[in-house]
């Protein structure tokens, strides 16, 4: 996964993004030691649901380099906290500070607060999960305002998903995961087009604080719908039962 990770990066920073995109960040390159270190960490083969997100949050990964990466849960659950280094063109309305970032990744937050009150310890989540973004860069407008990569004009969007598109199939055929499930309409889509039938593929609510469904309780739409694909969730804190 690291060196499929390491060439994602790669293939990323050599693309180009106009108007009404102002400034990209790569947390792969500035951010790549954390990245690693969770990969290193938690990545491993025969895992039964990939969970695939969409692409860096401004206060998530994009800080961290860790996906959905809220800085708290990151160094405090998981124990990761290595250095971060800032992009070449820096958003002013958007400095990366890495683990000093005092703002919330609310996305993040949820999902691996989720994590840590249903699982306790990490190892015990990722026994049963792994987490990765389809897309590792971030798109800013010159206001400060996030771009997802669906937003991008066809001529820029294409090549992008193309990279990404070959970086999931290469993370799929080393993950041998039972399940992927999309953390949101977008997630899944890109999956099953990619996939095709070769995995089973889910989906389950994003965490989006742009979402009134999330806001009206994420983590108990989240594990109904994971009961309806049939992924075991054992009691809150404890180990699960093998």
Same mark, same amino acid.
């Given at each position: 996964?690291?060196?499929?990770? %390491? ?6 920073? $050599? ?7 102002? =400034?990209?960040?790569?947390?792969l ?6 990245t690693?270190?969770?990969?290193? &960490? #938690? ?22 380099g !860790? ?6 849960? +990151?160094? @405090? ?7 971060? /280094?800032?992009?070449?063109?820096? =958003? ?9 970032? *005092?703002?919330? $990744? !609310? ?10 009150? &249903?699982?306790?310890?990490? *190892? ?20 400060? %305002?996030? %771009?997802?990569? @669906?937003?991008?004009?066809? &001529? $820029? ?5 193309? +990279?990404? @598109? @070959?970086?999931? %199939? ?7 995961? /039972?399940?992927? +499930?999309?953390?949101?309409? #977008?997630? *899944?889509?890109?999956?099953? /087009? ?11 609510? =994003? ?7 999330a806001?009206?309780?994420? +983590?108990e ?12 969730l ?9």
């Amino acid at each position: 996964m690291v060196r499929i990770t %390491r060439a994602l990066g790669r293939a990323v920073s $050599e693309l180009s993004f106009g108007s009404p995109v102002t =400034h990209v960040y790569n947390p792969l390159a500035y951010a790549a030691a954390n990245t690693e270190t969770y990969l290193r &960490r #938690f990545a491993r083969q025969d895992v039964p649901v990939l969970l695939l997100g969409m692409n860096p949050g401004p206060f998530g990964m994009v800080q961290t380099g !860790v996906p959905f990466g809220e800085v708290g849960l +990151v160094r @405090d659950w998981m124990g990761i906290e290595g250095e971060v /280094g800032r992009p070449a063109v820096e =958003h002013p309305k958007r400095p990366v500070q890495g683990f000093a970032c *005092e703002r919330s $990744e !609310v996305s993040g937050a949820r999902l691996w607060g989720w994590a840590r009150d &249903r699982f306790g310890a990490p *190892e015990r989540f990722f026994e049963t999960f792994f987490v990765w973004n389809f897309c590792p860069l971030a798109f800013l407008e010159e206001s400060g %305002r996030n %771009r997802t990569p @669906d937003k991008l004009p066809a &001529r $820029e969007r294409e090549p992008l998903f193309a +990279v990404c @598109d @070959d970086a999931l %199939r290469k993370a799929v055929r080393w993950l041998r995961p /039972g399940m992927v +499930v999309g953390i949101g309409k #977008f997630a *899944e889509a890109r999956a099953r /087009g990619v996939l095709g039938d070769g995995v089973r593929i889910g989906t389950v609510l =994003h965490p989006s604080p742009a979402s009134p469904a999330a806001n009206a309780g994420w +983590v108990e739409r989240a594990e109904a719908q994971f009961a309806e694909l049939g992924v075991g969730l054992g009691t809150p804190g404890a180990p699960r039962a093998r």
